[in-house]
Every structure is written in C-alpha cells, then in structure tokens.
C-alpha cells in the first residue's frame, strides 16, 4: 500500500509537470481569443520561447535574463501575428498557421546552432548552476512529505506557483477590471467598443502580445526546468492541445488549472496503464484512445457550452473575425 | 493624415502584378535572413530551384509532393467558399486513406481495374463521413466547426496510431509495429514516372472549376459563403446545400489520402500526412479559392518543399532554413491581402476623415 501511495503521489506530481506548459499556453490563447483573435501559432511560440530560454540560460547563466528572452521571444512571434491580423487585417487561421511553421524553422535553427557551439565548447553543455537551481524543483520541508498531495504541490518548481499566480492574476484582470470589461467588448462587439471609444487595435495589440509571452514561458518550462535541455519538436503537440484546452476551460483563467492538470494526468497515464490492473483484473486500454481523450471531451465541452447558451461560457463572439470600422 | 479605405475588387492583372511584386519583395526579405544566417542567399535560392527542377528525377519527386497538396487544397476551399472553415483536412486524408487500405487490405484478390476505383471510393467516403460529424454539430447546435474540425484531426490521428499498434498491424513484420504493404493490384499505375494521381487532380481541378463557376451548386455555394440571409430568402435549402458541399470538401480530402497511400506509401501509418493538411489550408488560401490558381501554388509550394529537402544534402543547410523562408515568404504574401482589399489614402483635413 505504502508503495502504491507513493506512486500515486509521484503521478500526479508528473501530471502537474505536464500540465504547466499546457497551462500557460492555455492562459496566452485566453488572452488572444477575448480579443477576439484565433491564434493556431501557440505551438511555434511556445517552441521559440523554449529555444530561446535554454540558449540564453546557457549563454548568460542568469535565470531572469533566460525566463525574460523566453517571454520575448514568444511576444516577437506574436507581434508578426498581431501586425498581419490586426493592422493588415489577414486571415487569422491561416497566419497562425504559417506561425507555427515559422516558429517551429526559427527554434529549430537556432536549437542547430546551439548544439554546434556546446560541441565546439563556446556554449556549457548543460545549465550553469545558478539557472538549473532557480528552476529545479524544490521541497518545502513537512509539507512536501503529505502523502498523495504533497509532492505535487509541495515539490515542484518555481514555474508551477508562477503559472498559478498568472492564472489567478488574469482572472481578475479578466473579471474585475474595466480592463478587462473593455476587453470582452472588443472580443463580442468591435463596434460598440469603438463606439465608445475603445482604442481597438491597442487592445488587440497588447493582449495578443502578453499571450504570446505567456507561450513562451511555456516553453521555457520545458527547456528549463521539466526537461533543462533542447529538443527538436519538444513541446510534441502541446500547443495544440492548449487550443483544445481554451475551449474545455470556457475562457476561464480559473478553470484552466484545473482543465490543465486533468490534460496533464490523461497525458502521464498512458505510461501508468500498460501493465495496471484493477482488483487483479488486467486492464488495456490502447494508449491512443487515452490520447484521443482530451480531443474528444472538448468537442464534447464545446457542444455542451452551445447547448446552454451561457454567454459567459460561449466563445468571444467576435472570434476570427477582422473588424473594419466602415464594414458596420 | 492616413486612412484606410476599402478597396472595389481589383482587376485579375492588378491582382496578379502584386501578387508577384509580393513574391519578390519576400524572396528579398529572406535573402536578407539567409545571408544574416550566414550562406549566399544566391546560392542558396539556385540550389533550392535546382534541386526541386533540375532534372527529370527530381521533377517527379516534386510533382509526386504536390499531388496530395493539390487534392487537399480543392477540397478545403470547396468549404472555405462556404465560410465553413474546415480546417480539418489533415483529419479527413487519414480517414480517407483508412477507407482505402481497409478495402485494399480485405478485397485482394480483386482484379485492379476494380479495386482502385473501389479505394478511391472508400476513400472519398471515408473523408466525407468524417466531415459531418463538425457538419451536423454547427447545422444542429451552432457549434463552432473550426473547433470541432481542428480537434478531430487528433482524434483521426490516434485512431490511425491505435490501428497501426493494434488490430492492423502486420504479424509477418516481426514486432515492427507497421500496417501491411498493399499487394501490387492497391498500388496505382504509374504514368512518365509518376503514379496517376497527378492525372487525376488535374481532371479535379477541372472538376471543381467547372462545378464552382458553371453549376447551380457552385452558385448556391457562392451565395451562401456571401450572406446566408439571402441564400435562405432566395428559397435556397440550406441544410442540403452545406451537407452536400461539406461533403464533396471532406471527400477530396479523404481522396488525398487514398492517392498517397496507395500512390506513394504502398501502406498506411500515422506518418503519411506529415501535415499536408495544414500546408493546403495555407496553399488554398493564396490562391484565393481558385481551382486553377490552386494548381498552381500547390506546385510552387511543392518546388519549395522539395528544394528545401534538396539543400538540406547539397549545402549542408539545416531543414529549419527552408521552413523559415517558406514562414517569410507566407507572412508577406498573407500581409499584401490587407493592399488587395484596402487602400491607404491620404486625407486633408478631420472632417474629410470622418465624412
């Protein structure tokens, strides 16, 4: 039993991990997507955020600078999206396709040079201490040793109670400011924003531009700390599944926890299940249906959210669609 | 002081001219990039040409690349003209390619010449079914089809991966987790080198020029994409002109499919797509939902796919440069729309502006 409770506990530990990217993902396509903008470049900010983060982490050996360059260079992809759909008024599916090809070329390249210079022994071969400390996980003693809950949130790293914090952060922005209200109305109703004298592409602007932000502390994480190197393709869909997650979470900063933590446990139990069993029984459930699972429940999500009819659940009306003053 | 002002629909010529101009002001950005990168951007681009065009070979390699670009591109815009934005192609060419090989798999001993009709047929099926699950949702509930097609690329995905790890795998293939090869009668005939799916995405695209611009449905389709309001006035039924039209987009996709398993893969895997339905949505969005234009920025595309493999062995260039290039090159010619569509003009005073 003693092991079983420790498994448990390391399980969702892991689940968290996992769900920390997504998370922040999630948080930077909220952002977007109340302004009304459907951004599918998550996955290429976030992978620039990650090779970004880890090249400066090594280069400089300054946690803040690292987490800092991560951030901007989520933002810079941004900025390319926000020029091209907001003040070029493009079409929003597409560049946020050709987003995540540019993005996933850009992290790759320089993931290429990055791996030269450790070979030529410019760059260190691993995180200097002072990076891989800020980011490792750390125990807070006693309460780290609660069984089941205690790892997962008492031994986890310093990117876990940020991403918290952000997401609680935006929820009040997103609910209790004028902010905030004023950014529902560019995301609904344009018009009746620049009736009232909303500055529209502002609005647009900066809010898809701390989104794109937020992605590239997503990937930081795994750069970081979840996996403290470089990988071709690393964040593996992740992206894609904070677009499903947007959706499953109603838009709602507060319900993205947990939405990305139960993302996270249905993401680690496929390596959990090949060999389970149930009171002796063998269980095998195909790990690809456990992978198909976070899709399937938000096409479910998202019928259930049309069927209420709850304005405050329903996506931005707006969403996807350029506004041009004189086409009222 | 500047304003942005909408422009009437330019003229084919004028379209065409910035289009170009678009196109070379890009290459020109990205020279730049090349050369901060640290190669000869003329080179580089020589290489890139050379590589997709330089002989016959590789003439066969790029067409055999835009083949499936081609199929896919015409069916995303046939939903696309609609406004009903499926971006679920990639989705819809694994379920088509399933169909396929499921009758490629059980009906062997079929003589070809029925066979692979029979395949493109459970092909085409197999991609249209899949489509109106999104179809019915929106037509139904409202549920937002760009969601709904976009999520369900993934689930196609895993399902293809569950097939491949499970109930299909191939026990003659010694633990390798891989579909069986189809026999030679699954296999399209080739023609000048290339299997004949470039013979029958031209006939396609014949096919959806003719149905887009000729038809009666091509029309309703058209009207519906414009203002759904008029469409319903008009006495026009909805419901079956979206089913009909969905179906006809996931359908070509599912086509694509078949025509890659069959023409290139010999076999079905979860890799076979490698994100060519996201590349079309791109590709039938430049070319703005035109069935010729889609012929020919599919092979563009294609030149650039192939190109950019070839200088990953000729230059010793990394894959990611040529991804780049293809994301500068997108931007540009995604920004010059906002100059197809608007104009800036240069207003005197306050009050003319807001006049």
Not at chain 2, 152 to 179: C, E, H, R
Not at chain 2, 210 to 226: A, F, P, Q, R, S
Request: glycine residues 10%.
């Amino acid at each position: 039993m003693n092991e079983f409770l420790s498994g448990l506990s390391s399980f969702l530990q892991l689940s968290i991990q996992m769900g920390t990217t997504l998370l922040f993902g999630t948080l930077g396509g909220i952002l977007c997507e109340k302004v009304g903008h459907l951004n599918l470049g998550i996955e290429g900010m976030m992978l620039m955020g990650a090779v970004f983060g880890h090249y400066i982490g090594l280069s400089t050996g300054s946690p803040l600078f690292a987490i800092l360059g991560a951030g901007i260079a989520g933002l810079v992809g941004a900025l390319i999206y926000a020029f091209i759909t907001v003040s070029l008024k493009g079409n929003q599916t597409v560049t946020g396709l050709v987003l995540t090809i540019f993005g996933s070329g850009i992290a790759n390249f320089i993931g290429k040079i990055l791996v030269k210079n450790q070979k030529s022994g410019l760059l260190p071969d691993r995180l200097p201490v002072a990076v891989a400390d800020c980011f490792k996980p750390f125990k807070i003693p006693v309460l780290s040793d609660i069984p089941v809950i205690g790892k997962a949130l008492f031994h986890q790293s310093i990117f876990i109670p940020i991403s918290i914090i952000c997401a609680v952060l935006l929820y009040v922005y997103l609910k209790k400011t004028k902010f905030g209200l004023d950014l529902r109305v560019v995301g609904e109703n344009p018009a009746a924003a620049d009736a009232s004298g909303i500055n529209i592409s502002l609005y647009k602007y900066v809010h898809i531009l701390a989104g794109g932000f937020l992605c590239g502390l997503g990937g930081a994480y795994l750069s970081l700390s979840f996996l403290s190197t470089w990988k071709e393709g690393m964040t593996s869909g992740l992206g894609w599944i904070a677009v499903a997650l947007i959706i499953f979470s109603t838009w709602n900063p507060l319900k993205a926890i947990f939405g990305a933590y139960f993302f996270g446990i249905l993401r680690c139990l496929p390596f959990k299940i090949q060999n389970a069993s149930l009171f002796g029984i063998p269980i095998s459930i195909p790990s690809q249906f456990l992978t198909m699972l976070p899709y399937v429940m938000t096409i479910v999500a998202l019928v259930f959210i049309t069927l209420r009819k709850k304005k405050e659940n329903s996506p931005p009306a707006w969403l996807g669609n350029p506004y041009f003053r004189e086409d009222r | 002081m500047l304003k942005v002002v909408k422009k009437a629909e330019g003229s084919f010529r004028q379209t065409t001219i910035l289009r170009i101009v678009t196109v070379v002001i890009a290459l020109f950005a990205s020279s730049l990039v090349i050369a901060a990168l640290g190669y000869n951007p003329v080179n580089v681009y020589s290489e890139l040409f050379q590589g997709a065009t330089g002989s016959l070979p590789r003439w066969q390699e790029t067409i055999n690349k835009a083949i499936p670009l081609i199929v896919l591109s015409l069916g995303i815009s046939v939903a696309f003209k609609m406004k009903f934005w499926n971006i679920g192609a990639e989705g819809q060419f694994y379920m088509g390619a399933m169909g396929a090989t499921y009758v490629a798999l059980n009906f062997k001993d079929l003589p070809s010449y029925l066979l692979l009709p029979f395949m493109m047929f459970a092909g085409f099926l197999f991609g249209g079914l899949w489509i109106l699950i999104p179809a019915i949702l929106k037509l139904k509930l409202g549920t937002s089809e760009t969601l709904v097609t976009l999520m369900l690329n993934y689930v196609a995905i895993s399902f293809i991966t569950y097939l491949q790890y499970g109930p299909w795998k191939d026990p003659t293939a010694m633990g390798f987790a891989k579909i069986p090869n189809f026999t030679d009668n699954a296999v399209l005939p080739k023609v000048l080198g290339v299997h004949i799916g470039w013979i029958i995405s031209l006939i396609l695209v014949l096919i959806i020029y003719i149905l887009m611009k000729y038809t009666k449905l091509g029309y309703e389709i058209t009207v519906l994409g414009e203002n759904i309001q008029t469409a319903k006035y008009a006495g026009m039924n909805v419901t079956k002109i979206l089913i009909i039209a969905v179906f006809i987009s996931g359908g070509l996709c599912g086509l694509a499919g078949m025509l890659q398993s069959s023409g290139v893969e010999r076999s079905l895997s979860d890799q076979i797509s490698n994100s060519l339905g996201f590349t079309a949505i791109i590709t039938s969005w430049l070319a703005g939902l035109s069935a010729p234009a889609i012929l020919i920025v599919s092979i563009l595309f294609a030149i650039l796919l192939q190109g950019g493999a070839f200088i990953q062995s000729s230059l010793q260039i990394p894959a990611s440069v040529a991804e780049v290039i293809q994301g500068i090159i997108l931007f540009f010619v995604l920004g010059s729309e906002f100059f197809i569509n608007y104009k800036i003009v240069f207003v005197k005073s306050k009050k003319e502006a807001i006049k």
